[in-house]
């Protein structure tokens, strides 16, 4: 930095503005200036504006296209799995909220949780920070974090905001919807009996969503299926008294479905307005 500034204040007296401009460019190309205000004066004094370039300087938009020098080597391209594996990991904790597995009331820590499934904490707290903004966990500092509580009112407040939303879409998809589209339904609902019968509740949560995403998407409003999947979402988490559904609720549940869509098919709405109704007043078993 001193020798640069011992050639900006020794010039020769007599120098052209030719030559001057020459001389800067070789300095240029010999040492670049590492301060943007010096190489802005040094065009000032050079005759120069700020939008110039020196004879033989290299265009600015060359270095914007990321060229590189021969001592340089390009960035490789790195393919990041990072967010696959937190979502890996917060589908397994779901999956163990649902089971039971993670009991309403206990502090769990994301390194014990990274431990047992193999990866390190930081994924395991990423995808408990989602539970948390869900509800699902409580964050509890320098500890972990504690699976939430609830009790039957909570859940009784769920199925009543579920069924505000649900059963007049319902209602109205009975009346405008074809028998075809009804019909291609079927395997979802199916789903649910199937993992209803061997009690896999983490199964059947995922199959009893799925079915209920396929319903409200006939109505086209993808805002309205997101917001009832959250909610629907939270109604599976277990109570603190009772942490595991059991297989006979889940089995009254799932015949619903297949009920409901015996009766759309056969567009009989008044069958179908029994069976929604009774489905969400029931959604707190």
Not at 9 to 27: I, K
Request: with cysteine.
């Amino acid at each position: 930095m001193e020798q640069g500034r011992a050639h900006q204040q020794v010039r020769p007296p007599y120098t052209s503005t030719a030559s001057a401009s020459a001389s800067a460019a070789a300095r240029s190309d010999a040492a670049p200036d590492r301060v943007p205000g010096q190489a802005r004066a040094q065009r000032a004094r050079d005759g120069q504006s700020p939008g110039m370039q020196s004879p033989g300087e290299q265009p600015r938009g060359e270095q914007a296209r990321g060229e590189h020098t021969h001592c340089e080597s390009p960035v490789p391209r790195v393919v990041v799995q990072r967010h696959s594996v937190r979502g890996q990991i917060l589908d397994a904790l779901r999956a163990a909220l649902v089971d039971g597995e993670l009991l309403p009331g206990q502090v769990y820590s994301a390194p014990v949780l990274g431990a047992r499934f193999g990866v390190s904490a930081t994924p395991v707290r990423e995808a408990m920070q989602q539970l948390a903004i869900e509800g699902a966990v409580e964050v509890v500092p320098n500890r972990g974090f504690r699976v939430a509580e609830r009790g039957p009112h909570e859940l009784a407040e769920l199925a009543e905001v579920r069924a505000l939303i649900e059963v007049p879409v319902m209602l109205r998809l009975a009346r405008t919807v074809d028998q075809a589209r009804w019909t291609a339904l079927r395997p979802l609902a199916d789903a649910t009996v199937a993992a209803a019968a061997v009690g896999d509740r983490a199964s059947y949560a995922e199959s009893d969503r799925a079915f209920h995403r396929a319903v409200l998407a006939l109505s086209g409003n993808q805002q309205l299926v997101m917001v009832a999947d959250d909610l629907h979402r939270r109604s599976q988490w277990p109570l603190g008294h009772n942490p595991a559904t059991r297989r006979a609720d889940l089995l009254a549940d799932a015949v619903e479905h297949t009920a409901l869509l015996d009766a759309l098919i056969a567009e009989d709405l008044p069958v179908v307005q029994s069976l929604v109704r009774e489905h969400f007043t029931g959604a707190d078993r």
